[in-house]
T-cell receptor, first 116, second 116 residues
Framework: DAGVIQSPRHEVTEMGQEVTLRCKPI?????LFWYRQTMMRGLELLIY????????DSGMPEDRFSAKMPNASFSTLKIQPSEPRDSAVYFC??????????????FGAGSRLTVL | AQSVTQLDSQVPVFEEAPVELRCNYS??????LFWYVQYPNQGLQLLLK??????LVESINGFEAEFNKSQTSFHLRKPSVHISDTAEYFC??????????????FGKGTKLSVKP
């Protein structure tokens, strides 16, 4: 398996523009997570899905952020309109359900977003 | 609510010296504990995990961590570090939901810098 695939790896955009980040989880994984990493706040969970259904979106900063998972092999995180404070590295991760609770997250390489 | 505290944001150490990266957590219920490592420009990778049983867990590259319930700690140690261990290390906790999935709470990370 190629692992969790994220695109784009780098995105530079101007304030007010729409940004779409994409993620392809590992085949067979039931859970998908979106995290944001910044120097100030560290790694924050934004939202996670189970079987394509959003379970917890309490970490989504505000209405400018939205995430979808139309099928088991694809998810998007959209920011509209983008602001400079959204600049961060956005990680997608996936995991397989486990009755033991030993869910191990596999992370993608991240999408580095810079909003000017 | 759960939380994870990594007491040191940066740890510089010389090659072949021992190192300890500290992690404390707070939770009123049973937890699962993890250490993830992030090499430059990459996503996080699982280093080791504690689920149950022996309180001392080891990774394949010489790291170990000990779960101490009374101290609510899960410190990471290595007796002799290499230059290649230079990375950021994240402690994470997941509440034991009795088999169902929950999300991970990450600490803010500790940057280990190994100098020759």
């Amino acid at each position: 398996d190629a692992g969790v695939i994220q695109s784009p790896r780098h995105e530079v955009t101007e304030m007010g523009q729409e940004v779409t980040l994409r993620c392809k989880p590992i085949s067979g994984h039931d859970y998908l997570f979106w995290y944001r990493q910044t120097m100030m706040r560290g790694l924050e969970l934004l939202i996670y899905f189970n079987n394509n259904v959003p379970i917890d979106d309490s970490g989504m900063p505000e209405d400018r952020f939205s995430a979808k998972m139309p099928n088991a092999s694809f998810s998007t995180l959209k920011i509209q309109p983008s602001e400079p404070r959204d600049s961060a590295v956005y990680f997608c991760a996936s995991s397989r359900d486990s009755h033991s609770g030993a869910n191990v997250l596999t992370f993608g390489a991240g999408s580095r977003l810079t909003v000017l | 609510a759960q939380s994870v505290t990594q007491l040191d944001s940066q740890v510089p150490v010389f090659e072949e010296a021992p190192v300890e990266l500290r992690c404390n957590y707070s939770s009123s219920v049973s937890v699962y504990l993890f250490w993830y490592v992030q090499y430059p420009n990459q996503g996080l990778q699982l280093l080791l995990k504690y689920l149950s049983g022996s309180t001392l867990v080891e990774s394949i590259n010489g790291f170990e961590a000990e779960f101490n319930k009374s101290q609510t700690s899960f410190h990471l140690r290595k007796p002799s570090v290499h230059i290649s261990d230079t990375a950021e290390y994240f402690c994470a906790v997941r509440k034991d939901y009795g088999g169902s999935q929950g999300n991970l709470i990450f600490g803010k990370g500790t940057k280990l810098s190994v100098k020759p």
